[in-house]
């Protein structure tokens, strides 16, 4: 097995744990390499990617494998971590797992989007989480068009508007008043920000549908961004084309946690959400 490494440099505990883990797999004879800027060329030759970080690290790492399909395993050495599978002090148990082999693949859809601008693509792009379209501090409202297949869903006059995997679903677009959705389904969903509307409601459609959304008015600063990582402004008349990307990305599974434990542990989440049931 030949596994890549990749820390968040900037956290100086995720390099002590580069350290740690580097001498582990010395004493157990496992091939590996440290990356500390990854790019295709260097994700393409591992087996598996190790990511030493949040979900921000982790949410860079799986653009990247998912194109040539390798599968990442994250720490977290973050805040939420949510992506994440295990916490630091389960990395060294959860390696010995790994090493025998003990683990499942899960499997997560991705999104890419193509930003067209009179009439040409100017830029194209793959989201684990989400494509946001957004508003400047200072700037007013922004209003907006959606179509799924060419048909003419809504229109919203908000903040912006979040177009969301499952995965992305417990990011943003739930801050935004999204719904949660099971990470290993696949749709696509689309939430408005700060909407101007009582009717104004998230859809979600089909991830075989091609989602549309159409930029009808913009006077100042609105911005177009990937994962809440990268981002360029946008134009009045530019539109972004939303589809499911062909490629899903591949996450190690050992801890045997469901995703509604996730959301318990990471969210704190009440396990009832009505109230006290106890007789």
């Known amino acids: 097995m030949n596994i890549g490494i990749i820390p968040h440099t900037g956290k100086p505990v995720a390099m002590d744990l580069t350290e740690e883990l580097v001498n582990f797999l010395d004493k157990r004879g ?11 060329d260097n994700v393409s030759e591992f087996d598996i990617v190790i990511v030493l970080g949040g979900d921000g690290t982790l949410l860079n ?21 949510f992506l994440t ?17 003990e683990y499942s693949l899960e499997e997560r859809m991705l999104i890419t989007a193509s930003v067209n601008r009179s009439g040409e693509e100017i830029g194209r792009y793959v989201a684990l989480n989400d494509f946001v379209i957004t508003r400047g501090t200072f700037a007013r409202i922004i209003d907006l068009s959606i179509f799924v297949d060419e048909q003419h869903v809504t229109d919203y006059s908000a903040d912006g508007v979040i177009v ?28 408005p920000i700060c909407a101007h509307s009582l009717a104004a409601r998230s859809v979600v459609t089909s991830a075989e549908a091609e ?8 006077s100042e600063e609105v911005m177009f961004t990937i ?14 084309t939303i589809n499911k990307a062909a490629k899903p990305a591949a996450f190690v599974k050992l801890s045997g946690r469901g995703f509604f434990q996730v959301l318990h542990s990471r969210l704190s989440m009440p396990q009832t959400w009505g109230g006290n049931h106890e007789e």
């Open 164 to 191: 969301s995997t499952p995965t992305g679903s417990t990011a943003y677009s739930l801050s935004a008043g999204g719904p949660i959705i099971e990470p290993l389904l696949e749709c696509v969903c689309i939430t």
């Open 61 to 81: 790492a799986a653009r990247l494998t998912s194109q040539v399909q390798v599968p990442v395993f994250g720490v977290n050495v973050g805040h939420l971590g």
């Open 85 to 101: 599978e295990v916490e630091t002090e389960g990395l060294f148990p959860a390696m010995e797992k790994l090493l025998a082999g």
């Open 227 to 240: 994962d809440g990582q990268h981002g360029f402004p946008l134009k009045t008349g530019d539109h972004v």
């Open 211 to 218: 989602v549309s959304v159409h930029l009808n008015g913009v």
């Open 30 to 40: 496992v091939g590996y390499k440290v990356v500390t800027s990854p790019s295709l």
